[in-house]
Protein backbone atom coordinates (compact mmCIF):
# COMPACT_ATOMS: atom_id res chain seq x y z
CA UNK A 1 0.00 0.00 0.00
CA UNK A 2 1.23 3.19 -0.95
CA UNK A 3 1.62 5.70 1.91
CA UNK A 4 3.56 8.04 4.14
CA UNK A 5 4.83 7.03 7.49
CA UNK A 6 5.47 8.78 10.87
CA UNK A 7 7.26 7.56 13.88
CA UNK A 8 6.30 8.13 16.75
CA UNK A 9 2.58 9.33 16.46
CA UNK A 10 2.42 10.81 19.91
CA UNK A 11 5.51 12.32 22.15
CA UNK A 12 5.84 14.03 25.29
CA UNK A 13 9.13 14.99 26.39
CA UNK A 14 11.11 17.69 28.32
CA UNK A 15 12.86 20.78 26.67
CA UNK A 16 16.32 20.29 25.59
CA UNK A 17 16.49 16.61 25.36
CA UNK A 18 17.09 16.18 21.60
CA UNK A 19 14.31 13.97 19.63
CA UNK A 20 14.11 13.07 15.72
CA UNK A 21 10.80 12.35 14.39
CA UNK A 22 10.61 9.99 11.52
CA UNK A 23 9.19 10.09 7.91
CA UNK A 24 8.96 7.29 5.04
CA UNK A 25 7.09 6.70 2.28
CA UNK A 26 7.35 3.69 -0.13
CA UNK A 27 6.30 5.17 -3.44
CA UNK A 28 9.71 6.69 -4.64
CA UNK A 29 8.59 10.33 -4.40
CA UNK A 30 11.08 12.80 -4.91
CA UNK A 31 9.73 15.67 -2.59
CA UNK A 32 9.21 15.73 0.85
CA UNK A 33 8.36 18.23 3.35
CA UNK A 34 7.35 18.86 7.07
CA UNK A 35 4.60 20.75 8.09
CA UNK A 36 3.69 21.95 11.87
CA UNK A 37 0.03 22.51 12.81
CA UNK A 38 -1.22 25.10 15.35
CA UNK A 39 -4.12 26.59 16.35
CA UNK A 40 -5.36 29.48 14.80
CA UNK A 41 -1.98 28.78 12.37
CA UNK A 42 -2.87 26.43 10.30
CA UNK A 43 -0.23 24.25 8.57
CA UNK A 44 3.17 25.77 7.84
CA UNK A 45 5.82 24.58 6.21
CA UNK A 46 9.12 23.51 8.12
CA UNK A 47 11.83 21.96 5.34
CA UNK A 48 11.98 20.53 2.17
CA UNK A 49 13.66 18.40 0.09
CA UNK A 50 13.72 18.29 -3.71
CA UNK A 51 16.18 15.31 -3.95
CA UNK A 52 18.53 13.39 -1.85
CA UNK A 53 20.90 15.53 -0.47
CA UNK A 54 18.44 18.37 -1.52
CA UNK A 55 16.86 20.13 1.70
CA UNK A 56 15.73 23.97 2.07
CA UNK A 57 14.22 26.04 4.71
CA UNK A 58 10.25 26.72 4.13
CA UNK A 59 8.24 29.30 6.47
CA UNK A 60 9.07 28.12 10.21
CA UNK A 61 12.60 26.41 9.69
CA UNK A 62 14.30 27.69 13.46
CA UNK A 63 14.89 24.82 15.93
CA UNK A 64 14.89 22.53 13.34
CA UNK A 65 17.12 20.33 11.41
CA UNK A 66 16.38 17.68 8.59
CA UNK A 67 18.21 15.13 6.39
CA UNK A 68 17.86 13.43 3.44
CA UNK A 69 20.09 10.64 2.84
CA UNK A 70 17.94 8.19 1.04
CA UNK A 71 14.88 9.03 -0.89
CA UNK A 72 12.53 7.07 0.95
CA UNK A 73 13.29 8.68 4.58
CA UNK A 74 13.21 12.56 5.64
CA UNK A 75 13.69 12.69 9.22
CA UNK A 76 13.27 16.02 11.67
CA UNK A 77 15.36 16.68 14.14
CA UNK A 78 14.82 18.52 17.12
CA UNK A 79 18.20 19.52 18.64
CA UNK A 80 17.01 20.97 21.97
CA UNK A 81 13.40 21.18 21.97
CA UNK A 82 11.51 23.97 23.35
CA UNK A 83 7.98 24.34 24.17
CA UNK A 84 6.99 26.34 21.49
CA UNK A 85 7.75 23.32 19.35
CA UNK A 86 4.56 21.87 20.94
CA UNK A 87 2.84 21.35 17.90
CA UNK A 88 1.20 18.70 15.41
CA UNK A 89 3.56 17.84 12.87
CA UNK A 90 2.82 16.11 9.21
CA UNK A 91 5.52 15.05 6.44
CA UNK A 92 4.23 14.67 3.01
CA UNK A 93 5.56 13.44 -0.40
CA UNK A 94 5.11 13.90 -3.99
CA UNK A 95 6.40 13.71 -7.06
CA UNK A 96 8.30 16.54 -8.90
CA UNK A 97 4.89 18.70 -9.53
CA UNK A 98 2.26 16.73 -8.55
CA UNK A 99 -0.20 15.93 -5.99
CA UNK A 100 1.09 15.77 -2.12
CA UNK A 101 0.21 12.97 0.01
CA UNK A 102 0.65 13.58 3.76
CA UNK A 103 1.47 11.39 6.39
CA UNK A 104 -0.83 10.74 9.51
CA UNK A 105 0.73 13.17 12.04
CA UNK A 106 3.02 12.92 14.70
CA UNK A 107 1.41 15.07 18.25
CA UNK A 108 4.37 16.67 20.22
CA UNK A 109 4.38 17.43 23.78
CA UNK A 110 7.31 19.61 24.95
CA UNK A 111 7.20 19.98 28.51
CA UNK B 1 -0.90 37.34 2.05
CA UNK B 2 -4.10 34.77 2.46
CA UNK B 3 -4.47 34.37 -1.61
CA UNK B 4 -7.63 32.77 -1.22
CA UNK B 5 -10.73 33.38 1.19
CA UNK B 6 -13.52 30.47 2.15
CA UNK B 7 -16.61 30.83 4.36
CA UNK B 8 -15.13 29.78 7.90
CA UNK B 9 -17.85 27.23 8.02
CA UNK B 10 -21.30 25.63 6.71
CA UNK B 11 -23.64 22.68 7.28
CA UNK B 12 -25.10 20.16 4.88
CA UNK B 13 -27.53 17.78 5.11
CA UNK B 14 -26.31 14.16 4.46
CA UNK B 15 -27.47 13.20 1.02
CA UNK B 16 -27.21 16.35 -0.71
CA UNK B 17 -24.61 18.35 -2.28
CA UNK B 18 -22.49 20.41 -1.01
CA UNK B 19 -21.07 23.28 -2.78
CA UNK B 20 -17.91 24.73 -1.36
CA UNK B 21 -17.01 28.57 -2.58
CA UNK B 22 -13.18 30.19 -2.62
CA UNK B 23 -12.12 33.51 -4.00
CA UNK B 24 -8.66 33.82 -5.20
CA UNK B 25 -8.83 37.03 -7.06
CA UNK B 26 -5.24 37.17 -7.13
CA UNK B 27 -4.34 34.42 -8.71
CA UNK B 28 -2.20 33.97 -11.72
CA UNK B 29 -2.13 32.33 -14.87
CA UNK B 30 0.36 29.80 -14.54
CA UNK B 31 -1.40 28.53 -11.11
CA UNK B 32 -3.57 26.02 -10.03
CA UNK B 33 -6.58 25.77 -7.54
CA UNK B 34 -5.93 22.66 -5.03
CA UNK B 35 -8.39 21.47 -2.70
CA UNK B 36 -7.79 19.57 0.43
CA UNK B 37 -9.22 18.06 2.64
CA UNK B 38 -8.69 17.20 6.46
CA UNK B 39 -10.42 15.04 9.22
CA UNK B 40 -10.31 15.80 12.54
CA UNK B 41 -6.69 16.44 12.81
CA UNK B 42 -5.48 13.36 10.55
CA UNK B 43 -2.97 14.42 7.55
CA UNK B 44 -4.70 16.34 4.53
CA UNK B 45 -6.23 14.76 1.93
CA UNK B 46 -5.73 15.38 -1.50
CA UNK B 47 -9.12 15.75 -3.38
CA UNK B 48 -9.00 17.78 -6.78
CA UNK B 49 -7.06 20.01 -8.68
CA UNK B 50 -7.53 22.23 -11.60
CA UNK B 51 -6.35 25.27 -13.70
CA UNK B 52 -8.91 26.51 -15.95
CA UNK B 53 -11.28 23.57 -16.88
CA UNK B 54 -13.84 21.77 -14.64
CA UNK B 55 -12.79 18.88 -12.98
CA UNK B 56 -14.00 15.41 -11.99
CA UNK B 57 -12.93 12.75 -10.38
CA UNK B 58 -14.59 10.05 -7.65
CA UNK B 59 -14.62 12.36 -4.58
CA UNK B 60 -15.51 15.58 -5.97
CA UNK B 61 -16.17 18.16 -8.81
CA UNK B 62 -14.13 21.34 -9.07
CA UNK B 63 -15.68 24.39 -10.79
CA UNK B 64 -13.09 27.33 -11.77
CA UNK B 65 -14.90 30.64 -13.33
CA UNK B 66 -13.91 31.75 -16.48
CA UNK B 67 -11.81 34.38 -15.20
CA UNK B 68 -10.33 31.58 -12.96
CA UNK B 69 -10.95 34.41 -9.89
CA UNK B 70 -13.02 32.28 -7.95
CA UNK B 71 -14.04 28.13 -7.78
CA UNK B 72 -16.43 25.93 -6.43
CA UNK B 73 -15.72 22.35 -4.94
CA UNK B 74 -18.97 19.97 -4.91
CA UNK B 75 -19.92 17.37 -3.24
CA UNK B 76 -22.02 15.85 -5.09
CA UNK B 77 -23.81 13.52 -2.15
CA UNK B 78 -22.41 14.43 1.19
CA UNK B 79 -21.88 11.47 3.78
CA UNK B 80 -21.16 11.85 7.44
CA UNK B 81 -17.61 10.87 6.35
CA UNK B 82 -17.26 14.20 4.49
CA UNK B 83 -17.18 16.06 8.01
CA UNK B 84 -14.03 18.05 7.87
CA UNK B 85 -11.60 21.06 7.30
CA UNK B 86 -11.90 21.72 3.39
CA UNK B 87 -8.92 23.76 1.80
CA UNK B 88 -8.68 26.07 -1.09
CA UNK B 89 -5.02 26.57 -2.29
CA UNK B 90 -3.54 28.16 -4.87
CA UNK B 91 -0.03 26.69 -5.65
CA UNK B 92 2.75 29.16 -4.96
CA UNK B 93 3.98 29.93 -8.14
CA UNK B 94 5.91 27.24 -10.92
CA UNK B 95 9.12 27.42 -8.78
CA UNK B 96 7.65 26.74 -5.19
CA UNK B 97 5.22 24.31 -6.42
CA UNK B 98 6.16 21.57 -3.34
CA UNK B 99 4.97 24.58 -0.84
CA UNK B 100 1.56 24.40 -0.46
CA UNK B 101 -0.13 27.56 2.04
CA UNK B 102 -3.13 26.65 3.67
CA UNK B 103 -5.32 29.08 5.00
CA UNK B 104 -7.86 28.47 7.66
CA UNK B 105 -10.05 26.39 5.20
CA UNK B 106 -13.97 25.92 5.66
CA UNK B 107 -15.63 23.35 8.13
CA UNK B 108 -17.84 21.57 6.77
CA UNK B 109 -20.20 19.80 9.38
CA UNK B 110 -22.73 17.26 7.91
CA UNK B 111 -25.73 16.33 9.39
CA UNK B 112 -27.71 13.31 9.57
Known amino acids: EAQVTQNPRYLITVTGKKLTVTCSQN?????MSWYRQDPGLGLRQIYY???????DKGDVPEGYKVSRKEKRNFPLILESPSPNQTSLYFC??????????FGPGTRLLVL | DAKTTQPPSMDCAEGRAANLPCNHS???????VYWYRQIHSQGPQYIIH???NNETNEMASLIITEDRKSSTLILPHATLRDTAVYYC?????????????FGAGTQVVVTP
Open chain 2, 26 to 32: TISGNEY
Open chain 1, 49 to 55: SMNVEVT
Open chain 1, 27 to 31: MNHEY
Open chain 2, 89 to 101: IVRVGTDSWGKLQ
Open chain 1, 92 to 101: ASSRVDETQY
Open chain 2, 50 to 52: GLK
